[in-house]
């Protein structure tokens, strides 16, 4: 029987549960762990990965692990981030370091990584962890990366586009790219190319997200969204609305409200979507975020007949789901 986008989702949460975090001791070490994951979410990385398992020939019941371990590590990364960012809340909770404090976020985030990486190998065959662990630490090393641009980015009001891709598609296409190509070792993928096109994919399906994201924090419902609509405005944070304007006939004024402190809250955000709106920012992000998700589509069009069909077309539709999303 077909499994849907619901189906993956409960099997990536039973292998979560399964983890029984909540009776791991230290207590200490443990609970901020298992706080950070019933903090919701869409387990988008896991789906894919057991997506792409069963999408492949393989079984995704036998991969939970594997489930639970890209899910640990995305997790991973949300907490160090919001240590970084020094973040109050996360889909509408305190944050770990809030709650707890910061030596106990940094120690249990440090733990999710030990424990991502132990259960990305956990049932698999030595050459089948060999390869997985390669896959798996070249991805982590291009969130890193990303990571690290988008810091290097907070500082500068001349960064390009072209920039703002690159460091999005190391920061956010990179894992669910690794998480198609993961599924596809666990499943046993035998062409070495399907395995390349759906890490493709799964590289325009992260960009697409952000990209989405981008918008949705301008101009989305704030009581969908989950979070306040304009923080990222307010915070002077990189986006592709932000970069694309500073490129246009626009860029100087935005300039001057990024680096005055006359405008604030309410009357900054309208400011600045005044900016997007004059330019046609909105529109054009629209435009070519439909044309990256038909590049997904447009890669899996290309293995269609060395993947299940039922598999061909629930990936297309995660795709096809981004451009409408609202939160």
Same mark, same amino acid.
């Given at each position: 029987m077909a499994r849907g986008i619901s189906d993956y989702k409960k099997l990536a949460d039973k292998a979560i549960g399964e983890l029984k975090l909540q009776r791991g001791t230290p207590r200490g070490l443990f609970e901020p762990i298992a706080y950070m994951l019933d903090g919701g979410g869409k387990r988008l990385r896991p789906v894919l990965l057991l997506a792409c398992c069963d999408a492949v020939g393989g079984d995704a019941k036998m991969r939970l692990p594997q489930a639970a371990g890209i899910e640990m590590y995305h997790n991973f990364t949300l907490l160090h981030d &919001? /240590? *970084?960012d020094r973040s109050p809340l996360r889909h509408g909770k305190p944050t770990v370091h809030s709650k707890w404090d910061v030596a106990t976020a940094i120690l249990s985030g440090d733990a999710m990584l030990t424990m991502a990486t132990q259960l990305? /190998?956990?049932g698999l065959s030595d050459s089948e962890a060999a390869e997985t662990l390669k896959v798996f630490n070249d991805t982590a090393m291009l969130v890193y990366k990303g990571q690290q641009l988008d810091m290097d980015f907070e500082s500068r009001t001349d960064v390009t586009p072209d920039e703002y891709l690159? *460091?999005?598609? *190391?920061?956010? %296409? $990179? #894992?669910? $790219? %690794? $998480?198609c190509l993961l599924g596809a070792i666990a499943g046993g993928v035998r062409n070495a190319e399907t395995g390349r096109v759906l890490y493709k994919y799964g590289m325009k399906l992260g960009v697409a997200f952000q990209i989405q994201d981008d918008l949705l924090d301008t101009y989305g419902d704030e009581k969908v969204f989950g979070k306040p609509i304009g923080g990222d405005i #307010?915070? &002077?944070k990189k986006t592709w609305l932000q970069v694309n304007a500073l490129q246009s006939r626009s860029g100087n004024e935005l300039k001057k409200i990024i680096a005055g402190k006359e405008l604030q809250g309410e009357a900054k955000i309208a400011a600045v979507k005044g900016i997007y709106e004059r330019e046609g920012i909105k529109e054009k992000l629209t435009m070519m975020l439909e044309g990256i998700v038909a590049g997904a589509v447009a890669s899996l069009d290309s293995v269609k007949g060395e993947i299940k069909e039922e598999s061909? /077309?629930? #990936?297309r539709s995660i795709a096809e789901k981004l451009t409408g999303r609202v939160k």
């Open positions: &919001d /240590v *970084m990305m /190998v956990e690159e *460091m999005i598609s *190391m920061k956010t %296409g $990179a #894992l669910l $790219a %690794g $998480a #307010l915070n &002077d061909y /077309v629930l #990936l």
